[in-house]
């Protein structure tokens, strides 16, 4: 127990410190504080080196609140779960939370949460596997418990990080739009493409070839490798297949879902009246931060089109549009592709087309074109065109389109 309550003080100092430093207000603060009256686990789930614990310090200060960090490899295979909570109130004393941090390190970790919330403890924690958390969860607590999706900084958390003064605006979307919203990208001084490529090689090796004992590990790198240099593309497992050589199309759906959990990328099924039509049908790929994208690419270089519409992406993403749930894309009957559809229960919202300018006579022919007929298929009126810089209303054939610079679009304007 001794030995148990000096790593537990360690942790507390942790806290401590953490609690002290000034920290860049995340948007889902405000929510997940307003969650902590109710009786309900709190669940925050992400990316790894999000901010998921920096979201919930801001939500407990001036709580009395016990932490513990489930990354520490000193718990790893240790204390049984009463062990561990008879230690925190020894070195915390009996507080109102409890906050645990990456949750799914601890063995059995789903049945200690659900017997510390049978004995109503008011639990605050965090994962880094949306799956795992999602499924185990939903099983030992059967809705008793409320998610929260915390993703890097969004534009305006990354502006707040940079301090941004006037007259840098430009500077700091195409910063923003490269190398993405990772806190320690944009607030630690990390070199961007070192941090993120140690950061991405981490979290495949942790979270997707250590969880699953894959043996194949250089094929799985091949195959993110592939994906992540085809972000915002259409792909089938049989065309990675085709491309790969080494691995079958049941072993790479397999691996995917395995990068999806990991919070690495996400694939985005076209949206069908038909169901059956969505899964046999080509999906696009998406990475879930620009800075993966950038560091991962070969050799490293700006694509502006292909980052802006993977930003799209996850900003869509981070207000609630859930992908293959209500987030699509969307191929008219003539074939005529629309980058992102949103809908909420049956209702359809908005069609949003990406495109780095419309200045090309062919190019605004072509988004227009296929605005037009999505619209016109899905009974929609909310058009969208994101873009680099372009501003204007175009009115043509009874619709109405809105081109938006896209960190107007991002900042919610």
């Known amino acids: 127990m001794n030995s148990l309550n000096t790593i537990l003080e360690r942790h507390r100092r942790e806290r401590d410190q953490a609690l002290r430093r000034t920290l860049v207000p995340r948007q889902l603060a405000s929510a997940l504080s307003k969650a902590l009256s109710s009786g309900l686990v709190k669940v925050i789930t992400g990316p790894r080196r999000a901010g998921k614990s920096t979201l919930a310090f801001q939500a407990l200060a001036g709580r009395s609140f016990a932490y513990l960090n489930f990354e520490d490899d000193a718990l790893h295979n240790g204390p049984a779960g009463d062990d561990l909570v008879e230690a925190l109130d020894v070195v915390y004393g009996k507080t109102e939370f409890l906050f645990f941090d990456e949750i799914q390190n601890h063995p ?169 039509a969505r899964l046999k049908a080509d999906r696009k790929l998406y990475a879930y931060d620009n800075g993966f994208i950038s560091a991962r690419s070969q050799p490293v270089v700006s694509n502006s089109s292909r980052l802006l519409e993977n930003l799209v992406f996850v900003e869509l993403v981070r207000r609630g549009f859930r992908p293959n749930l209500d987030l699509f894309y969307y191929q008219t009957r003539y074939g005529f592709e629309v980058d992102f559809l949103t809908r909420r229960g049956v209702t359809n919202l908005e069609l949003i087309q990406v495109a780095q300018d419309l200045a090309s006579l062919k190019t605004r022919e072509r988004e227009i074109r296929a605005l037009r007929q999505a619209a016109a298929e899905l009974n929609v009126r909310a058009l969208t065109v994101v873009t680099l810089d372009t501003q204007e209303t175009i009115r043509e054939g009874g619709i109405e389109i809105h081109s938006v610079p896209c960190r107007t679009w991002l900042a919610g304007v």
């Open 108 to 276: 059995h970790w789903e049945s200690f949460i659900n017997k510390l919330h049978r004995r109503e403890r008011n639990l605050v924690i965090t994962g880094s596997n949306s799956r795992l958390l999602s499924r185990e969860l939903g099983s030992a607590l059967t809705g008793r418990h409320r998610a929260f999706e915390l993703l890097p900084f969004s534009y305006p958390e990354f502006l707040l990080g940079q301090g941004t003064k006037a007259g840098n605006e430009v500077e700091s979307f195409t910063r923003y739009l490269q190398w993405g919203g990772f806190p320690e990208v944009v607030l630690g001084g990390a070199e961007p493409c070192e941090y993120l490529r140690a950061l991405f090689d981490s979290v495949v090796l942790r979270d997707v070839v250590t969880r699953h004992r894959i043996r194949s590990s250089t094929a799985m790198h091949d195959l993110l490798h592939l994906m992540m240099n085809s972000a915002g593309s259409r792909f089938s497992a049989r065309s990675l297949e085709r491309s790969l050589g080494s691995l079958s199309t049941a072993t790479i759906q397999k691996f995917i879902g395995y990068c999806r959990e990991a919070y690495l990328i996400q694939d985005l099924q076209p949206y069908s009246f038909k169901p059956k």
